[in-house]
């Protein structure tokens, strides 16, 4: 019998908001806590965890679907021992899938169960159909936020669609690259006062991750800051947000956590 799967969806609705940066530093300290992480580029289009860790794919997860190889020959190994399941470039293919290629990329999850327990997904940004499905499918969304008008704005235009065409009604929040902590929690009162105005939906604030040089010294180094400067003070935001998202309860049943995740994520592929 399979555990239950942790699947957690990073996303934003905006661009330029350090998803992708809050996605490999979350799973980097998760697997430094002894977790078997997965991490997922879902940005089908302008994928960029390869670009942030130096690492080169040769096949991705069009080459899964288009049956050339088996989900676990696209892994690459990334930093602390996580593997990186690279994106496809083109999310149509995901939309036009037949019966056959649904089984096949449920069973390709459902092979690789027993080699995971956390499951990241970095969505691209926007509010695509395609970032939709990724978010509807995960267990958790995590929309995070920096302190510009636009990305409260597209935060919550990104919770008002997955709550009314999705029936989602439960968020949890980051602030990105803030001064202050008290800027972070201002930044989640703003979002928290529309929301709760305009939509029947829960919001949990996970903190604040600081403006810090640091990041942008890894980027161009191509490592994640929680490897490179542990000491940093964004690291430390990372390793705290790694430690509340370890007691996020599991889904309880175990069968169909990874499998729902799949299924739900090909139903909406094709709810167009």
Partial sequence: MHEPVQVVAVTGGKGGVGKSNVSVNLAVNLAQQGRKVVLLDADLGLANIDVLLGITASKNLADVLDGKCELRDIMVDGPAGIKIIPASSGAR??????????????????????????????????????????????????????????????????IKLLHRESHLDRFRILANMVKTPQEGQQLFN????????????????????????????AVQRQKAVCELYPKSKAAQAYRQLANKVATWPLPQNPKGSLEFFVERLIQGAHAR
Avoid: W
């Fill in 93 to 158: 293919h995901m939309a036009n899938m037949g019966e056959q290629e649904h089984a096949g990329i449920i069973s390709a999850f459902s092979d690789f169960e027993d080699e995971l327990d956390t499951l990241i997904i970095d969505t691209a940004a926007g509010i695509s159909h395609t970032v939709m499905s990724f978010v509807r499918a995960a267990q958790e969304a995590l929309v995070v936020v920096c302190d510009e008008p636009t990305s409260v704005t597209d935060a919550y235009a990104l």
């Fill in 190 to 217: 703003k979002l928290a006062k529309v929301t709760e105005r305009f939509l029947d939906v829960s919001l949990q604030y996970v903190g604040a991750v600081p403006q810090d040089d640091h990041v942008r010294k």
